[in-house]
């Protein structure tokens, strides 16, 4: 089971959280960050005080991260860290072939409208080794006809891994889109299925 993802928007796209530093007016909020070297390169992640995800993918720039959290949700600062306790262990573990580790993380995110909550929602549900068209995207996030709004969701997710929008493909199975590349969202997929498929049918040592 996965862990909550989103917060929804309440009055309007920019309302502040309760005790953040727009509500509250002259508290600081700091936020740390850590970057984990993987098989696709480096790997950051930025957390909230509540060690929360806020943003995360294939890159070294904590800045570049930053851009894509939402105003409401993004801190005055972050700060560097050698790790951040359990999201970069489950960044770790997700490579060492426990592939649902990311989805055991608390990750928040917001959008204004009524779709993309739900969407990251439902897409943190998408298994490992199961990857979905745009379409059963859709589907899965009540929005049958929104196929356009499914692959927004997909472009506007910050929260790359922890929210697996790489598990998501076209109908024709090519791979449509990805923020940090198609080599990677392609490795990722068969390094899933290869994972999913257990030592034996990978290594084609199964029985005769």
């Given at each position: 089971?996965?862990?909550?993802?989103?917060?929804?928007?309440?009055?309007?796209?920019d309302t502040p959280e309760p005790g953040s530093a727009q509500s509250i007016g002259h508290?600081?909020?700091?936020?740390?960050?850590?970057?984990?070297?993987?098989?696709?390169?480096?790997?950051?992640?930025?957390?909230?005080?509540?060690?929360?995800?806020?943003?995360?993918?294939?890159?070294?720039?904590?800045?570049?991260?930053?851009?894509?959290?939402?105003?409401?949700?993004?801190?005055?600062?972050?700060?560097?860290?050698?790790?951040?306790?359990?999201?970069?262990?489950?960044?770790?573990?997700?490579?060492?072939?426990?592939?649902?580790?990311?989805?055991?993380?608390?990750?928040?995110?917001?959008?204004?409208?009524?779709?993309?909550?739900?969407?990251?929602?439902?897409?943190?549900?998408?298994?490992?080794?199961?990857?979905?068209?745009?379409?059963?995207?859709?589907?899965?996030?009540?929005?049958?006809?929104?196929?356009?709004?499914?692959?927004?969701?997909?472009?506007?997710?910050?929260?790359?891994?922890?929210?697996?929008?790489?598990?998501?493909?076209?109908?024709?199975?090519?791979?449509?889109?990805?923020?940090?590349?198609?080599?990677?969202?392609?490795?990722?997929?068969?390094?899933?299925?290869?994972?999913?498929?257990?030592?034996?049918?990978?290594?084609?040592?199964?029985?005769?």
């Open positions: 089971m996965s862990a909550p993802t989103t917060t929804p928007a309440t009055s309007g796209p508290t600081t909020t700091v936020g740390g960050y850590a970057t984990v070297t993987t098989p696709n390169g480096a790997f950051t992640v930025v957390a909230d005080p509540d060690h929360r995800v806020l943003a995360s993918g294939w890159t070294d720039d904590p800045a570049y991260l930053m851009a894509l959290v939402h105003r409401a949700l993004r801190p005055e600062s972050v700060q560097p860290s050698a790790a951040l306790g359990t999201i970069t262990d489950a960044v770790s573990a997700y490579y060492d072939g426990d592939l649902a580790a990311p989805s055991r993380i608390p990750v928040v995110q917001r959008s204004g409208g009524t779709f993309l909550g739900p969407a990251w929602d439902a897409l943190r549900l998408v298994e490992a080794g199961n990857p979905v068209t745009y379409t059963r995207f859709a589907e899965l996030a009540g929005q049958p006809a929104a196929v356009r709004a499914a692959a927004a969701a997909c472009a506007r997710n910050a929260a790359a891994l922890f929210v697996p929008c790489h598990r998501v493909k076209r109908s024709d199975g090519s791979l449509g889109g990805f923020r940090y590349g198609l080599p990677t969202k392609q490795w990722l997929l068969d390094f899933e299925a290869g994972a999913r498929s257990g030592p034996d049918e990978r290594s084609g040592s199964g029985d005769q």
